[in-house]
């Protein structure tokens, strides 16, 4: 596939637009898990910055504690260490990958940030798996062979509590970026092909 030396100006306008979608992702929840349960009927939830948990934490770790499952704090989270300035790199980068007008570095913004996105998939999956799976042998509440992992993305039971795991503002800021960079790819792949035609 010979894509053009420049961009054609739509697919500029949505790599710019995509880049400053993800400035608000720094500050915004990316992702929001709700617990229902008939002792909780308004629900418990739990929010996941790039930098830190929000929600009901608390309580959540209260209740964590009797099956055994490990209390959750942002400490342990090495993620927030860097996840802010990850999503700021992209940002900019987003930004100078417009104004460079360059398919190839267009390219390669567009193949970093999936695999980024993958990757950040990845890593989530593996904290749930471990937060759900690795439990205290002492706790008070202990069903054998129960794990209490939260879907990666949906609906799960978990004993009497019914698990929802979504994307939040800020992570659906980050699909519309991933959108919007597929979308120009093939506007100016397409172009391409008419373009040598």
Not at 54 to 59: A, D, L, M, P, Q
Not at 129 to 153: E, R
Request: with cysteine; hydrophobic share 50%.
């Amino acid at each position: 596939m010979i894509m053009k030396t420049n961009l054609t100006k739509p697919v500029r306008i949505m790599c710019l637009v995509a880049a400053i979608l993800l400035i608000p992702t720094v500050f915004l929840p990316l992702w929001r898990i709700d617990l229902i349960a008939p002792q909780y009927p308004e629900g418990l939830y739990m929010l996941i910055y790039a930098s830190k948990l929000g929600g009901n934490v608390e309580i959540i770790n209260g209740l964590n504690h009797y099956i055994g499952m490990r209390e959750l704090y942002a400490d342990d989270f090495p993620e927030f260490t860097f996840l802010p300035y990850i999503l700021g790199g992209f940002a900019l980068l987003g930004i100078i990958v417009a104004w460079l007008n360059k398919p190839t570095w267009y390219k390669l913004y567009l193949g970093l940030f999936l695999l980024f996105c993958v990757l950040a998939m990845v890593d989530f999956y593996r904290w749930e798996y471990d937060y759900g799976h690795n439990l205290n042998p002492n706790a008070a509440i202990i069903v054998p062979g129960m794990s209490y992992q939260p879907p990666l993305i949906g609906v799960k039971q978990l004993l009497n509590f019914t698990a929802y795991s979504f994307p939040s503002v800020g992570g659906y800021f980050m699909v519309g970026t991933a959108l919007l960079l597929v979308a120009g790819f093939w506007m100016q792949w397409k172009n391409d092909r008419k373009t040598k035609a």
